[in-house]
């Protein structure tokens, strides 16, 4: 008997896409993520369709632009009746399947309006994005928020606070015993309090391998979320990992003087935020990049127990895996903390495949420089296990035939990703009204032209320019290039997939069969000769009149 087909789907929060070995990271050494890449294909141009986490993974969990599932912030809710990779899956007899994060927030305005429970079997499916939530874990937990399993886990093993997430597993312990906390960047260079092995990502990690092996005893399909935490922030890691790289292994910052001084406003007034300043600083990037580093070492170590666990139960032939991460994180490069704007290290992530099937042998190992967008995982895995991609809903494209050798003659000229800064300080400091707080970045693979409603634009040549120091956005000389993208952007943003209630195929029907006429639409026609002969056309054998 044929064992049904799976996907695991591993998700990192913040993971850059050059902080890997098979990337050419030149010190961090990540040999299990490296070997994922050899039995799978590694895309190097693979972008997410927000920088940010909530919008990003909205999009990674629909299929579909910012701009179509309207979910444009952490915590603003994805709204009840826009389908989900879930609702897809579904109808296929596909669990769909969480274990770690979503920054899923749940329409209960939708929901209390519909008269459905958010317990209830439809409300959990809705509230949770389309998963069967296994286990939920957002991974920031500060006192007076609601508490994570993990807590519970933790107490378990000896850890006792009032807060065991925040004054075990993310604070260090100064020599007087006072605690360090997690959250100050000051002490991001500290050990965690707590065990390795008791640590986030080992935990999640536990639980995922819970529910592979329960799985077994159902036998439905399913795909796997499992959505690490790390080496999001707070940073700080346990021992061993937070001594295993030091200053010495900090890369020089990828930034410039001239950044600052012809810097477009919006770019500025980010480089003028809180987190920015502070992580441009030297001494915060020799504290923050080597426990990155660590917290990242520590996943891939993970990644070889759970290579090894799927190997032993027989999963690798049938289970698609892929690696991946929300965003990146700009650690100081152009003068940047956090993510929020499109420089490669805050737009473009790691996406490792791995397809078991024997028609994606020849791919095996390679690089594909296509370009990418996070919204293609969905119609991929639809795909994957046999079923029809609803391309009137989905706005990504399956990556089986570019995972299988073949390359598409229509596939995408250029990928877009979109930011809408209206929640920041950065509106304030700007005076933008809030329905024009919105970037829009149009990307061909060498020109990087970012939209800003209200101002300039920016523009970055990645082949002359590939560290993106020059901003060339009123470069007179590129005028052409400027107005090539600005039309890709209009003709995108003029057409979002909004027919999802109707698929492609009844549309398609309906003018092509004549349906409104067989229908018993009789419009226009001038007398029973003429409709005679489109009876005879379209096959009717009865005029319903």
Same mark, same amino acid.
């Given at each position: ?31 299990? @993520? ?50 989900? &990779? ?24 939708? *929901?209390?309006? *519909? ?40 107490? %378990? ?14 604070s260090g312990r100064a020599a007087d015993g006072s605690l360090e906390n997690g959250w100050l960047l000051v002490h991001a260079d500290k050990a965690a309090r707590v065990a390795a092995e008791d640590s986030e990502t080992p935990y999640m990690t536990r639980r995922g391998m819970d529910f592979i092996a329960e799985a077994e005893a159902d036998g439905r399909p399913w795909c796997l979320h499992l959505s690490y935490i790390k080496p999001h922030w707070p940073y700080i890691v346990p021992e061993p990992y937070a001594s295993m790289y030091s200053a010495?292994?900090? *890369? ?6 001239? %950044? ?38 520590? @996943? ?22 892929? =690696? ?12 940047? #903390? ?32 296509? &370009? ?43 990928? =877009? ?17 809030? %329905? ?18 209200? =101002?300039?634009?920016? *523009?970055?040549?990645?082949? %002359? ?24 952007? =209009? ?29 018993? @639409?009789?419009?226009? @026609? ?12 379209? #096959? ?6």
């Open positions: 008997m044929s064992r049904p087909k799976n996907v695991l789907w591993i998700m990192c929060d913040q993971l850059r896409y050059d902080y890997l070995g098979c990337t050419g990271h030149p010190t961090l050494k990540t040999p299990n @993520i490296d070997a994922m890449a050899m039995r799978g294909v590694r895309f190097s141009n693979a972008y997410v369709q927000s920088p940010i986490c909530g919008p990003s993974r909205m999009s990674f969990y629909t299929g579909r632009y910012m701009r179509s599932h309207g979910s444009h912030w952490n915590g603003w809710p994805l709204r009840v009746g826009e389908p989900t &990779l879930g609702d897809h899956l579904k109808k296929i007899g596909v669990r769909n399947v969480l274990v770690g994060k979503t920054h899923m927030a749940p329409d209960l305005e939708g *929901l209390k309006m *519909l008269g459905i429970a958010p317990d209830s079997i439809i409300g959990v499916h809705v509230a949770e994005c389309g998963f069967e939530p296994y286990e939920r874990d957002d991974g920031l937990h500060p006192t007076g928020r609601p508490r994570p399993r993990y807590d519970a886990y933790l107490r %378990e093993h000896g850890y006792e606070a009032a807060n065991p997430w925040e004054h075990w597993a993310n010495a292994d900090v *890369l020089p910052a990828v930034r410039s003087e001239q %950044e600052k001084q012809s810097a477009h406003p919006v770019f500025a007034a980010y480089m003028d935020m809180r987190y920015s300043r502070n992580m441009a600083r030297d001494e915060t990037r020799k504290k923050v990049i080597p426990t990155y580093m660590g917290l990242i070492k520590q @996943i891939d170590d993970q990644m070889g127990r759970l290579m090894q666990f799927l190997e032993q139960r027989g999963l690798l032939d049938v289970t698609m895996i892929v =690696f991946t991460s929300d965003h990146g994180d700009y650690l100081g490069d152009h003068w940047m #903390g956090e993510k929020d704007l499109f420089h490669d290290q805050s737009a473009k992530i790691p996406l490792i495949v791995i397809d078991p099937s024997a028609a994606a042998d020849r791919t095996r190992g390679t690089v594909c420089e296509a &370009l990418v967008e996070a919204i293609d995982l969905a119609p991929t895995f639809i795909d994957y296990f046999g079923g029809n991609p609803p391309n009137h809903i989905l706005e990504g494209r399956s990556l089986i035939p570019l995972l299988r050798g073949e390359t598409p003659a229509d596939w995408r000229k250029v990928v =877009f990703s979109e930011y809408d800064y209206c929640m920041q300080e950065v509106r304030l400091k700007l005076g933008q009204p809030i %329905e024009q707080c919105r970037l829009f970045m149009v990307f061909d693979g060498r020109w990087k032209y970012i939209h800003a409603s209200g =101002f300039r634009p920016m *523009l970055y040549d990645l082949l %002359e320019d590939p560290k993106e120091l020059t901003d060339r956005g009123e470069d007179p000389d590129c005028s052409d290039i400027i107005a090539r993208l600005q039309s890709a952007l =209009f003709d995108w943003a003029l057409h979002s997939k909004g027919h999802i209630t109707i698929s492609t195929e009844k549309i398609a029907a309906y003018a092509s069969q004549q349906l409104q006429v067989k229908g018993g @639409i009789l419009i226009g @026609i001038w007398d029973e000769a003429e409709l005679s002969a489109i009876r005879q056309k379209i #096959g009717m054998t009865e005029l319903n009149s």
